[in-house]
């Protein structure tokens, strides 16, 4: 199947259930995506700030980016004036950089906190109790160009399906208690991402409302490590 294919495929698939079909194209070349764009995909995710920033300038403007990979403070600058959402924020110190470099391009960025809820080392995100704590803090209650608009999260890499599912909902248990203790009136805080190519049904039947699928679509990744072309 092509790009196009599959792209109609799952857009079909997972719309239908009311989620969001985010294509991860990290480690593709600007034209497949341009393919998948071609067959009606407008968000796209990317986990590298040159890369996204390299792809937003050759592509059409239109294209929604989500950062879903770990983002250092010093490289938001390079996405604040066009990024969509930023799916991994995991500290109050990147959270106030995206703050600051948001100000500075008169927009609010929309953000996710990345939860960690693997039942590995490897994986980015913040603890529940240090969400919290973000969520409490004055810090958090003083920026006002971010905006939280839900939580993400990554399963345990090759888990029994019985501990993702456990893993997914943990998360969405988190959102529900967040969305009564912190974002009763935000009719904003309303995305859980949670989903990839391997486990993306179990996460929707989870409450799921955004899946982040690459491989299943763009196949496997070509670009070991990206460069300017
Ligand atoms: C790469 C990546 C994905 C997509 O993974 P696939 O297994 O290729 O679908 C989703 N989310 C994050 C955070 C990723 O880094």
């Known amino acids: 199947?092509?790009?196009?294919d599959k792209i109609l495929k799952y857009?079909?698939?997972?719309?239908?259930?009311?989620?969001?079909?985010?294509?991860?194209?990290k480690n593709h070349p600007a034209e497949a995506v341009q393919e998948a764009y071609a067959a009606g995909q407008r968000v796209f995710g990317e986990n590298l700030v040159q890369e996204m920033v390299d792809k937003q300038a050759q592509l059409p403007q239109d294209i929604e980016?989500?950062?879903?990979?770990?983002?250092?403070?010093n490289k938001v600058k390079y996405i604040a004036p066009f990024v969509k959402l930023i799916e991994s924020v995991d500290s109050l110190k990147l959270l106030k950089e995206i703050d600051k470099q948001a100000a500075k391009n008169n927009r609010v960025i929309d953000c996710l906190l990345q939860i960690y809820i693997a039942d590995e080392d490897t994986k980015f995100g913040l603890q529940f109790d240090e969400a919290v704590e973000l969520l409490r803090s004055e810090e958090f209650a003083e920026l006002k160009h971010i905006r939280i608009v839900g939580l993400m999260g990554i399963a345990?890499?090759?888990a029994t399906e019985k501990q993702t599912q456990v893993e997914f909902n943990e998360l969405k248990v988190l959102f529900d208690g967040f969305k009564?203790?912190?974002f009763r009136k935000a009719d904003y805080f309303k995305e859980i991402s949670m989903g990839m190519?391997?486990?993306?049904?179990?996460?929707?039947e989870e409450g799921s409302t955004m899946v982040r699928i690459g491989s299943n679509i763009f196949g496997k990744r070509v670009i070991k490590h990206w460069k300017a072309e």
């Open 1 to 4: 199947m092509s790009i196009a």
């Open 11 to 25: 857009k079909s698939e997972i719309e239908s259930d009311g989620v969001k079909l985010v294509a991860v194209s």
């Open 65 to 73: 980016w989500h950062l879903i990979g770990h983002l250092q403070s």
């Open 156 to 158: 345990t890499n090759n």
């Open 180 to 182: 009564l203790s912190f």
């Open 197 to 204: 190519s391997a486990d993306y049904k179990l996460a929707i």
